[in-house]
């Protein structure tokens, strides 16, 4: 199993800047890709963005293209998301999730409250 706890929420204005992190009981290498993925109240898990485990970033949703960043420590089990220029819209409960190699399994984080007010 691959514990993930999520920090760094928290209620910020449009246009403000807030970095996610998250701890992994695991290294991103010894994974097959970690990702951010967000929740609203109603609306689907939408994956935010994804990262491979030699570090290449695989994806971003449109709509954080420009404005979110991912990134790992790999030494410290670590998986960052900056958050630029937050926007109402961006509101959500953000998940931090990995995808183990063999089996191919799949771990959420609990999740941490982002809030952006206008």
């Not at 209620?11 to 992190?21: C, E, I, M, T, W």
């Not at 970690?34 to 994806?59: C, F, H, S």
């Not at 954080?64 to 410290?76: E, L, M, N, P, Y």
């Not at 998301?81 to 959500?92: G, R």
């Amino acid at each position: 199993q691959v514990q993930l706890v999520e920090s760094g929420g928290g209620l910020v204005q449009a246009g403000g800047s807030l970095r996610l992190s998250c701890a992994a009981s695991q290294s991103l290498s010894s994974l097959n890709t970690m990702g951010w993925y967000r929740q609203t109240p109603g609306k689907q898990l939408e994956l935010v963005a994804r990262i491979l485990n030699d570090g290449t970033i695989n994806y971003y949703a449109d709509s954080v293209k420009g404005r979110f960043t991912i990134s790992g420590d790999d030494a410290d089990n670590m998986l960052f998301l900056q958050m630029n220029s937050l926007k109402p819209e961006d509101t959500a409960v953000y998940h931090c999730q990995a995808e183990t190699n063999w089996p191919r399994q799949i771990y959420f984080g609990r999740g941490t409250q982002v809030t952006v007010s206008s």
